[in-house]
């Protein structure tokens, strides 16, 4: 589909009704439709991430009452986000037809995404982080789809550059951990091996290598898991390993790298630690996926934001607040008109935080839209 011209959207669809465009029943009946279908979808979207929460607190051994009780929490902070976010993007959109009487090409869903999404800067810090993080990322992918540039269109067709670019922001992310630059999730952690330490290398790298195995492992098998429920077909060909592989050469790389530098005097921590977050970024070749290139840009755009953040006062808002409306709004806006031009990661993040909403609004736009060329 492909978005209408000003002239072409006044004539096909800013004279329909909400109930025409956005949907079937009234404006009232509508939101209280959407407030029990947006908690249901967010609900069932968030369910994994507090998850993998219990789970990593459970590895810390917290107590099994405690864990719960934190693990509901979470989840209920992260469905309570996202539940106001799409009933306040809803909300304005009806509101900004009633008080304009049409619809508008940026009032449709620009405007009332970027409203709703300004709401997100008053959750707790946690929930906020997960929400700019999917976002920023899904939007950086996003850009790299589209190959609007040059500069886009050759980063996503050159797997070297990516190669390149990911061992780049490995280096980058890693040495941003070990100084505290980066307080977010990171594959792996940084590891200071001393000269004086006496180590047995073949245990340490079989060791993390053991340990990332498994990780990997595990997510394929859950990720698999969720693919054939969305399905409805349980396929061993579902369970790939890619995560597993990927996570294994990722910390092989790493600590062999490490190990072999850890006898020389000269090389200092620092460069020990760049040199072998780098060359650990080979393993992207692994799984060469733009999501997590797009991952990686955004982890360590903040490393070098965190590097400078550092020096000044932590305050509760900052940039990525006014930010983050933005790129909400142009997410969800692309992905109505020109669906194409948004990575999958966007769509998934939106339809499943709204129950489809957005996506059936890109519909009906698209059925008026080709009434409109027939009539």
């Known amino acids: 589909m492909v978005a209408p011209s000003k002239p072409a959207f006044v004539e096909q669809l800013s004279w329909r009704s909400c109930n025409e465009l956005l949907h079937p029943h009234s404006c009232g009946r509508a939101a209280w439709h959407n407030l029990w279908r947006f908690a249901c979808s967010n609900a069932k979207y968030y369910l994994p991430v507090a998850m993998l929460q219990l789970l990593k607190q459970a590895l810390r051994g917290v107590q099994v009452e405690q864990l719960l009780r934190a693990a509901v929490w979470y989840h209920a902070q992260l469905v309570f986000g996202g539940l106001v976010n799409g009933c306040l993007i809803a909300t304005f959109m009806c509101l900004l037809r009633q008080l304009l009487g049409e619809f508008r090409p940026h009032t449709l869903l620009f405007v009332p995404a970027m409203l709703g999404g300004a709401f997100i800067a008053l959750v707790p810090r946690?929930?906020?982080?997960?929400?700019h993080t999917a976002i920023f990322q899904a939007f950086i992918e996003s850009l790299l789809v589209q190959r609007a540039n040059p500069l886009t269109k050759l980063v996503a067709t050159s797997r070297c550059l990516q190669t390149l670019l990911f061992m780049g922001s490995s280096a980058i992310i890693m040495l941003g951990k070990q100084r505290c630059w980066h307080n977010g999730f990171w594959f792996l952690t940084p590891d200071c091996l001393r000269p004086e330490t006496h180590l047995d290398s073949t245990r340490y790298v079989v060791q993390g290598m053991r340990k990332y195995l498994l990780i990997g492992l595990a997510l394929d098998i859950f990720k698999a898991v969720t693919s054939c429920v969305k399905t409805g077909h349980w396929q061993l060909k579902q369970l790939r390993l890619e995560t597993m592989t990927w996570l294994g050469c990722y910390v092989g790389i790493y600590r062999i790298t490490l190990c072999?530098?850890?006898?020389?005097?000269?090389?200092?921590?620092?460069?020990?630690?760049?040199?072998?977050?780098?060359?650990?970024?080979?393993?992207?070749?692994?799984?060469?996926?733009?999501?997590?290139?797009?991952?990686?840009?955004?982890?360590?755009?903040?490393?070098?934001?965190?590097?400078?953040?550092?020096?000044?006062?932590?305050?509760?808002?900052?940039?990525?607040?006014?930010?983050?409306?933005?790129?909400?709004?142009?997410?969800?806006?692309?992905?109505?008109?020109?669906?194409?031009?948004?990575?999958?990661?966007?769509?998934?993040?939106i339809d499943s935080t709204t129950a489809n909403y957005a996506g059936n609004i890109g519909k009906r736009l698209e059925q008026l839209q080709l009434a409109g060329r027939c009539v």
């Open 126 to 131: 946690r929930v906020k982080q997960l929400q």
């Open 260 to 349: 072999s530098m850890q006898s020389r005097a000269d090389v200092g921590q620092t460069l020990q630690q760049i040199v072998s977050s780098f060359l650990a970024g080979l393993s992207f070749a692994c799984c060469p996926k733009l999501t997590i290139l797009s991952y990686a840009l955004l982890e360590a755009g903040r490393t070098l934001w965190g590097r400078v953040k550092s020096q000044r006062r932590q305050a509760r808002f900052g940039y990525s607040d006014l930010l983050y409306p933005l790129a909400l709004a142009y997410l969800i806006h692309t992905y109505a008109f020109q669906p194409k031009r948004v990575s999958a990661l966007t769509g998934i993040i």
